[in-house]
Each structure stands twice: as C-alpha cells, then as structure tokens.
C-alpha cells in the first residue's frame, strides 16, 4: 500500500507536473515538426537560471519570470538559427552540444560569482510562496498528504500544464498545425507550395523552448534550488522516454505519459529498495545503490516494450490516423 501511495505522490508532485510541461514543448519540436532536438534541456536550464540569477542579484520574482523567459528566447534563437536547416541527425548533434556547453559555462568557475558554480543558486522563491492561500498545514489528497506550500506549487503547476495543453489544441488544430504536419513529412513539398519551412522550424523551437523555461522554473521554485547538473542530457533523454511512452503528435499524450513515467518510476523504486533491504539483511549483493539503477533498467525495458508493441504510444489508440499533413493556404 506504501509503494502504491509513493506512486501517487510522484505522479501528482511538482516534478511530474514540470517533467510534463517540458514534454508538450518537446514533442511540439520532435512529435509535431519532426525536430529531434537533444538539448532541450539547456531550455530548461537557461530558464531556471533566468529566475534564480534575478532574484540573487535583488530582482523581484516576476521581474525573474519574464528574465528567464528572454533568456530561453535568446538561448533557443542563438540554437535555432544556424542548426535547424541541418539534416536530422546533425541537428541531434549540434543542440546537444549547445546545451551540454551553456551547462559547462554555468557550473565553471570564472562564472561562480553569478551562478554559485557547481554549488547553484538556493531560495529564491520566498515571494512566491509568500502568496499562497493555503494556511501552513497539511492537506489530503486522498491517501496523498501534502503541505500548504506544496499544495500552492501543485495548484499553479498544474493550472499552467491545463492551460498550456489547451493552448497547444487550440494552435495545432489550425493552419499553424497543420503546416508543421506538413513539414514533418514532406519538408520539400512544402517548400514547393511557397512556405517558408525555416520560419516555421525557427518558430517551433523557439516556442518549445519556451516551454521549456517554464517547465525549468517549476522546478526550480519546487527544489528552491538550481543546479546545473539537473539539466544534463541525461533529463533531455528522460522526456523523449516520456513523449514516446505518452504517444508523440498528441497534445495531451505527454501528459499522461509523464504521469505513467513518474509512477512507473516511484513504484519500481519501492519494490526494489524493499528487496535491497531484505538481501542486505540476509548478506546479500544487491544493496540500495544497485536498487537505485536498476530501476531506471526497468524503466528502460518498459519503454523498449511499449516501442515494440505500442510504437504509436501507450494512449494513442493502435491505427490512430496521424496528423493531417495539408498545406495550410
């Protein structure tokens, strides 16, 4: 029942609701457009530090919001210019190494004295707790028991994941969407009729990117914390997990896959520090620290298992027809 109730926990908690808002911004990039952009983590980054960099120099916390904003604009654009007319592949190369050098810069030395280097940047979120309406006590999300602040964060971060979704829909069911379907399948054709695909492609980063600042400050306010080794390649990898486990070209697959994901995670994590603590009572091998990454093991056979059996994802629908890929006019 513990392992059940840890599991709800995890797919209600902040991280999931960020892990999901990141994942609408990427599977806009690789589910809708077709851009398969490795370093979507450096979005994330450069929005977290965009907050936590304003407030430490003595900006107020909105003032951080709109910081990290234009920093993740600036950051997606400096990505999205000179890669997004490469091919695949190479465009997979170059974004990751965009992101894994802007991580480099943040936790180097000379740039200490701005980000907290390898030690990050700590409370900056005072401001937004401070407005919670939810009196300092604990609060029952069925069997899930949270406190006012958490319950605050869980409220705002899962207002933003509706609306963004809906926001999404509402954008990708018209033209907009489908000239995105369009150069997802046939990126020539689309050039034929007129349509400027590197405007398009630009656009799409730069939205997902944004998302991605979102997403980065959610969980920047929930940990009241930023690091620059949280935004290693490594969370890049675990939301492409989740938009393939979700079903990509959906809007509202990546959220449930998230909430699958971050289940998955938690219950296997339980099962597997319970049998880490039985073998190491009897003398065992396998302790807390193999517990620890077997699970993200398990996990990866789970998702090569919905490959093979779901390709489509775990909530699309098998058959499901894909996005109609029309011209917009």
């Known amino acids: 029942m513990s392992i059940l109730v840890d599991g709800l926990r995890a797919a209600l908690a902040p991280t999931c609701a960020a892990y999901a808002i990141a994942a609408l911004g990427l599977n806009l990039q690789f589910g809708f457009a077709g851009l398969i952009n490795l370093g979507f983590a450096g979005s994330m980054a450069a929005g977290a530090y965009g907050l936590a960099v304003t407030v430490s120099l003595g900006g107020g916390f909105w003032l951080g919001i709109l910081m990290a904003l234009i920093a993740t ?22 974004t990751i190494a965009a992101a894994e050098i802007l991580r480099l810069v943040l936790r180097s030395s000379w740039a200490q004295p701005l980000t907290g280097g390898v030690y990050g940047i700590q409370r900056f979120a005072d401001e937004f707790y401070a407005l919670s ?49 369009g150069v997802r399948e046939d990126e020539s054709l689309v050039t034929s009729f007129g349509k400027n695909t590197f405007l398009v492609k630009v656009q799409v980063m ?101 490959i093979v059996f779901r390709p489509n994802g775990l909530f699309v629908r098998s058959g499901a027809p894909r996005m109609k890929a029309t011209v917009a006019a």
């Open 73 to 94: 604009g600036l950051f997606s654009l400096l990505v999205a210019l000179p890669t997004v007319r490469l091919r695949a592949d190479y465009l997979a190369m170059t």
């Open 133 to 181: 309406p939810f009196p300092a006590d604990q609060y029952a999300l069925g069997p899930v028991i949270v406190s006012g602040r958490t319950l605050w964060l869980l409220v705002v971060a899962w207002a933003l994941v509706a609306l963004i979704a809906l926001g999404l829909w509402l954008l990708l069911r018209g033209p907009w969407g489908r000239l995105l379907a």
């Open 206 to 306: 730069l939205l997902g990117g944004l998302l991605g600042a979102i997403a980065g400050v959610v969980l920047a306010v929930d940990q009241q914390n930023v690091n620059p080794d949280n935004f290693a390649a490594t969370t890049t990898f675990l939301l492409f997990a989740i938009v393939i486990l979700g079903g990509r070209a959906k809007v509202f697959t990546p959220i449930l896959g998230a909430v699958a994901f971050w289940l998955i995670i938690s219950m296997t994590d339980g099962v597997l520090r319970g049998i880490a603590d039985l073998s190491s009572a009897s003398g065992g091998w396998f302790g807390q620290e193999q517990a620890g990454a077997m699970r993200y093991v398990l996990v990866g056979i789970v998702l090569i298992l919905a």
